[in-house]
């Protein structure tokens, strides 16, 4: 997707072999590989439930388990914290995870550098879209409030925010971005039931692609997203928990000047 | 408990305040009906049913004559006139009106005598469907347990799994772990639906359909089970969006314990129009106070949008408010479950101190009312053990502070909808602190030149001067500037206008006269 000689910043960085690195988990001493899991089982609390969850760990990999506790969360539920040895090894140098590559800009930063390479306000579009009511995310994100001490993108003279609120439907996102003549698009999904906030966000993308706007920059945030989940959805960026709204606009204007100076294509240009 | 040192002048001036500023909208309210609250007209005389492609015959009939511009009329009106006419009863007389050739204008025919008499033993039998359920709810209650820790916050909890039968089990749990009050979370669409779904349902998003099928598995599932545990069960639902009323009508008819609604909620939170809501809730809760539920209003949510400390007077501002509605809607205090939240940011030095003064601020402000104490949500994170912690805080709070109703903090909060698991952790956590803090309110004493004390009379004055404003405005201009949770709402804007009609002079609805006491 990108130009010869011009990698797009968020690229993976070029494979650059780590050397071997095996780990394990870590409990009291290196290496004991010894992890802690709770879970129920739909049966009453007995000796048999209790040797029922340990076969149910050791069937899961674990090793030397101990049984801490055995609850009865309800008449016919019990609840059980175990720990177990794990004997999982992983190479750690083999793991590579994308990463949204930021610029560590602050407030004043982004305002003066969209002032003087853009020239001009950007324009950033905002909902929570489908069925999701729960505007927490792109409030935190948005509103001049922010986040934890962070100002949102309304707080910034130089950005034009608009929050649309919550279930707003695809469609009706796309044409206010559209007559907004927004930069981006930042879509909040909090509330998933059976994977509902994937089809929903892959369904936008598909529908940007149909009228012609993939060109603008999708950014897609929520506490079960990230940046991997949110590419293969077809987004630009993921931001997951946490996420204070300077990063986003960081990400936003850095790629906006990027763009601007040629050095990366709006992904569907090229 | 020792009471804070507040000046009571100024809680006074709150109360007459808040007073004026439901006046100055009731107005309005007696002027005008809604499609949902002719909608709920209809079901209390008895008119069920949907139609194949699952539209409820309560809206086809009401739309007709909102489309016809009849509906100023009161739907009572033409379901009356189709009995005098000869229909069998309110069921075949509202297929009348959803499916006859000619729409009813009104005119000529049986006069306001004939009608009113043809609707009378079925306004009569309508009244009595709710006395009898409030009458056997009453009972049941006498006969058992209060709650499985008296002398302590009610411990509420949720269940939201989508799946009406999934709920039911997950509600027995609960209850068996020690729950007193369970709520089904409604999918999160329907309060933007301006129609109740039918029958049982199993698929949702992020809760259950809220419907009166539904509301019967849950409340035969907790009937069955209180009478194993010897203690009485509540049950919650939500009376909030666009079918507020109908759905306090089904909650009062399927003896559902207690509602969220709130008189501003919708407007400020699913952006329902301002006038819709505010006729639909008084509607709604003339129907709670016939049938003895209790409110749960949702002034927690505005700290989820503005922030808790900066925002703590809008909350008190909003429970004086919420009370001067309920108060005109003819709730008793003891039905109104006032909202607030522990949500200030736990980064910061001394939050114990101030969610402490807030807590027994609004317990000594409101001190017949059921406070509904919330636990936190915006400032947690996946980290379950940290969460925990704070929940135990929370539920500290809610012990020492005599809280009435405590909906539990979840570990998992922000993770995902409750594990049946989730809900024993948060459970137990909380009967562990209310035995171990039992009696830690009558120890308590203020330090008069303290924080707590200075925070309380701040947030006391500060919601003083704001309802001023909100008085010298009126309500719909200070909901339209933003003064609650940071949310701008137009009075003409929002969804359900369409549904809000001004009624003529010969209006008719027995039901809200019975209601009304007239």
Same mark, same amino acid.
């Given at each position: 997707?990108?130009?010869?000689?011009?990698?797009?910043?968020?690229?993976?960085?070029?494979?650059?072999?780590?050397?071997?690195?095996?780990?394990?988990?870590?409990?009291?001493?290196?290496?004991?590989?010894?992890?802690?899991?709770?879970?129920?089982?739909?049966?009453?609390?007995?000796?048999?439930?209790?040797?029922?969850?340990?076969?149910?760990?050791?069937?899961?990999?674990?090793?030397?388990?101990?049984?801490?506790?055995?609850?009865?969360?309800?008449?016919?539920?019990?609840?059980?914290?175990?720990?177990?040895?794990?004997?999982?090894?992983?190479?750690?140098?083999?793991?590579?995870?994308?990463?949204?590559?930021?610029?560590?800009?602050?407030?004043?930063?982004?305002?003066?550098?969209?002032?003087?390479?853009?020239?001009?306000?950007?324009?950033?579009?905002?909902?929570?879209?489908?069925?999701?009511?729960?505007?927490?995310?792109?409030?935190?994100?948005?509103? #001049?409030? /922010?986040?934890?001490?962070?100002? !949102?993108?309304?707080?910034?003279?130089?950005?034009? =925010?608009?929050? &649309? +609120?919550?279930?707003?439907?695809?469609?009706?996102?796309?044409?206010?971005?559209?007559?907004?003549?927004?930069?981006?698009?930042?879509?909040?999904?909090?509330?998933?039931?059976?994977?509902?906030?994937?089809?929903?966000?892959?369904?936008?993308?598909?529908?940007?692609?149909?009228?012609? #706007?993939? /060109?603008?920059?999708?950014?897609? !945030?929520?506490?079960?997203?990230?940046?991997?989940? =949110?590419?293969? &959805? +077809?987004?630009?960026?993921?931001?997951?928990?946490?996420?204070?709204?300077?990063?986003?606009?960081?990400?936003?204007?850095?790629?906006?000047?990027?763009?601007?100076?040629?050095?990366?294509?709006?992904?569907?240009?090229? | 408990?020792?009471?804070?040192?507040?000046?009571?002048?100024?809680?006074?001036?709150?109360?007459?305040?808040?007073?004026?500023?439901?006046?100055?909208?009731?107005?309005?309210?007696?002027?005008?009906?809604?499609?949902?609250?002719?909608?709920?007209?209809?079901?209390?005389?008895?008119?069920?049913?949907?139609?194949?492609?699952?539209?409820?015959?309560?809206?086809?009939?009401?739309?007709?004559?909102?489309?016809?511009?009849?509906?100023?009329?009161?739907?009572?009106?033409?379901?009356?006139?189709?009995?005098?006419?000869?229909?069998?009863?309110?069921?075949?007389?509202?297929?009348?009106?959803?499916?006859?050739?000619?729409?009813?204008?009104?005119?000529?025919?049986?006069?306001?005598?004939?009608?009113?008499?043809?609707?009378?033993?079925?306004?009569?039998?309508?009244?009595?469907?709710?006395?009898?359920?409030?009458?056997?709810?009453?009972?049941?209650?006498?006969?058992?347990?209060?709650?499985?820790?008296?002398?302590?916050?009610?411990?509420?909890?949720?269940?939201?799994?989508?799946?009406?039968?999934?709920?039911?089990?997950?509600?027995?749990?609960?209850?068996?772990?020690?729950?007193?009050?369970?709520?089904?979370?409604?999918?999160?669409?329907?309060?933007?639906?301006?129609?109740?779904?039918?029958?049982?349902?199993?698929?949702?998003?992020?809760?259950?359909?809220?419907?009166?099928?539904?509301?019967?598995?849950?409340?035969?599932?907790?009937?069955?089970?209180?009478?194993?545990?010897?203690?009485?069960?509540?049950?919650?639902?939500?009376?909030?969006?666009?079918?507020?009323?109908?759905?306090?009508?089904?909650?009062?008819?399927?003896?559902?314990?207690?509602?969220?609604?709130?008189?501003?909620?919708?407007?400020?939170?699913?952006?329902?129009?301002?006038?819709?809501?505010?006729?639909?809730?008084?509607?709604?809760?003339?129907?709670?106070?016939?049938?003895?539920?209790?409110?749960?209003?949702?002034?927690?949510?505005?700290?989820?949008?503005?922030?808790?400390?900066?925002?703590?007077?809008?909350?008190?501002?909003?429970?004086?408010?919420?009370?001067?509605?309920?108060?005109?809607?003819?709730?008793?205090?003891?039905?109104?479950?006032?909202?607030?939240?522990?949500?200030?940011?736990?980064?910061?030095?001394?939050?114990?101190?101030?969610?402490?003064?807030?807590?027994?601020?609004?317990?000594?402000?409101?001190?017949?009312?059921?406070?509904?104490?919330?636990?936190?949500?915006?400032?947690?994170?996946?980290?379950?053990?940290?969460?925990?912690?704070?929940?135990?805080?929370?539920?500290?709070?809610?012990?020492?502070?005599?809280?009435?109703?405590?909906?539990?903090?979840?570990?998992?909060?922000?993770?995902?909808?409750?594990?049946?698991?989730?809900?024993?952790?948060?459970?137990?956590?909380?009967?562990?602190?209310?035995?171990?803090?039992?009696?830690?309110?009558?120890?308590?004493?203020?330090?008069?030149?303290?924080?707590?004390?200075?925070?309380?009379?701040?947030?006391?004055?500060?919601?003083?001067?704001?309802?001023?404003?909100?008085?010298?405005?009126?309500?719909?201009?200070?909901?339209?500037?933003?003064?609650?949770?940071?949310?701008?709402?137009?009075?003409?804007?929002?969804?359900?206008?369409?549904?809000?009609?001004?009624?003529?002079?010969?209006?008719?609805?027995?039901?809200?006269?019975?209601?009304?006491?007239?």
């Amino acid at each position: 997707m990108s130009a010869p000689g011009s990698p797009p910043s968020d690229a993976p960085p070029p494979a650059k072999k780590r050397p071997p690195h095996p780990i394990r988990a870590y409990g009291d001493r290196r290496d004991d590989g010894r992890i802690q899991l709770s879970f129920t089982l739909p049966v009453a609390a007995s000796p048999r439930a209790r040797e029922a969850a340990r076969r149910f760990a050791e069937a899961m990999g674990l090793r030397a388990v101990l049984v801490a506790a055995m609850e009865p969360a309800g008449r016919d539920y019990s609840f059980f914290v175990v720990y177990g040895r794990a004997d999982v090894t992983l190479d750690y140098g083999e793991i590579e995870v994308p990463e949204v590559t930021l610029p560590e800009w602050g407030w004043k930063e982004i305002n003066k550098v969209i002032k003087e390479t853009l020239h001009r306000k950007v324009v950033v579009v905002g909902a929570c879209t489908g069925f999701d009511a729960h505007t927490v995310g792109i409030d935190a994100i948005i509103n #001049m409030k /922010g986040y934890a001490g962070d100002k !949102g993108l309304e707080a910034y003279p130089w950005i034009e =925010a608009h929050n &649309l +609120g919550a279930q707003v439907d695809n469609a009706a996102l796309l044409e206010r971005a559209k007559e907004l003549s927004a930069d981006a698009v930042l879509v909040s999904q909090i509330i998933t039931q059976r994977d509902v906030h994937k089809e929903n966000a892959a369904a936008l993308i598909e529908l940007a692609r149909k009228r012609g #706007m993939r /060109g603008l920059l999708f950014v897609l !945030g929520g506490p079960r997203i990230d940046h991997k989940l =949110a590419r293969e &959805l +077809g987004f630009d960026a993921g931001f997951g928990s946490g996420t204070k709204p300077s990063q986003v606009a960081g990400y936003v204007v850095d790629r906006l000047v990027a763009r601007a100076e040629g050095r990366a294509p709006a992904e569907g240009r090229e | 408990m020792q009471m804070l040192p507040i000046d009571p002048s100024v809680v006074e001036e709150c109360r007459d305040l808040a007073a004026r500023v439901a006046d100055g909208v009731h107005s309005f309210i007696d002027r005008h009906t809604t499609c949902s609250i002719e909608r709920t007209v209809l079901r209390a005389y008895g008119v069920d049913g949907a139609d194949p492609d699952g539209v409820p015959l309560v809206n086809t009939c009401v739309e007709r004559f909102v489309k016809t511009g009849h509906a100023g009329c009161g739907i009572a009106w033409f379901l009356g006139r189709a009995l005098a006419r000869g229909a069998a009863d309110p069921q075949e007389a509202a297929e009348v009106l959803a499916y006859a050739p000619e729409t009813d204008d009104g005119e000529g025919g049986p006069d306001l005598a004939a009608v009113r008499a043809a609707l009378a033993p079925h306004t009569a039998r309508a009244l009595e469907r709710i006395d009898r359920a409030r009458a056997c709810r009453e009972s049941n209650r006498g006969l058992l347990a209060p709650s499985s820790q008296p002398g302590t916050p009610l411990k509420y909890v949720i269940v939201a799994t989508g799946n009406i039968y999934d709920d039911a089990d997950q509600a027995r749990a609960a209850a068996q772990a020690g729950a007193d009050v369970i709520a089904v979370i409604r999918s999160t669409a329907q309060s933007l639906l301006d129609y109740v779904p039918y029958g049982a349902t199993t698929e949702g998003f992020g809760g259950t359909w809220a419907t009166q099928e539904n509301f019967r598995i849950v409340r035969a599932a907790l009937d069955e089970e209180q009478d194993r545990l010897g203690r009485y069960l509540q049950q919650v639902n939500y009376s909030s969006g666009l079918c507020m009323p109908e759905i306090a009508w089904l909650g009062a008819v399927e003896r559902l314990d207690m509602l969220l609604n709130d008189a501003m909620y919708g407007i400020l939170f699913r952006d329902i129009n301002p006038r819709r809501t505010l006729c639909d809730q008084y509607f709604s809760r003339r129907i709670v106070a016939r049938a003895g539920m209790v409110i749960n209003t949702g002034e927690d949510n505005y700290l989820t949008t503005a922030d808790a400390v900066e925002a703590a007077h809008t909350v008190v501002t909003s429970q004086f408010i919420n009370e001067a509605f309920a108060r005109r809607a003819g709730l008793v205090d003891e039905q109104m479950g006032l909202g607030h939240a522990f949500e200030i940011d736990k980064s910061l030095e001394d939050s114990l101190l101030y969610e402490i003064s807030q807590a027994q601020l609004v317990r000594q402000l409101f001190p017949r009312h059921p406070i509904k104490w919330m636990p936190a949500t915006k400032h947690k994170s996946g980290d379950i053990f940290w969460s925990h912690r704070v929940d135990g805080l929370f539920d500290l709070v809610g012990v020492a502070t005599q809280q009435s109703i405590e909906l539990l903090g979840m570990m998992t909060e922000s993770i995902h909808t409750p594990f049946l698991q989730d809900r024993f952790a948060a459970i137990k956590g909380a009967a562990y602190t209310f035995t171990a803090a039992r009696h830690l309110a009558d120890e308590l004493r203020w330090n008069p030149d303290g924080k707590v004390v200075a925070r309380a009379r701040q947030v006391l004055a500060d919601a003083r001067d704001l309802l001023r404003v909100v008085d010298r405005e009126g309500l719909f201009a200070a909901i339209a500037r933003g003064v609650f949770a940071d949310v701008k709402r137009p009075e003409t804007g929002g969804k359900g206008l369409g549904g809000v009609v001004e009624k003529t002079p010969g209006y008719l609805n027995p039901i809200l006269e019975a209601l009304e006491g007239k």
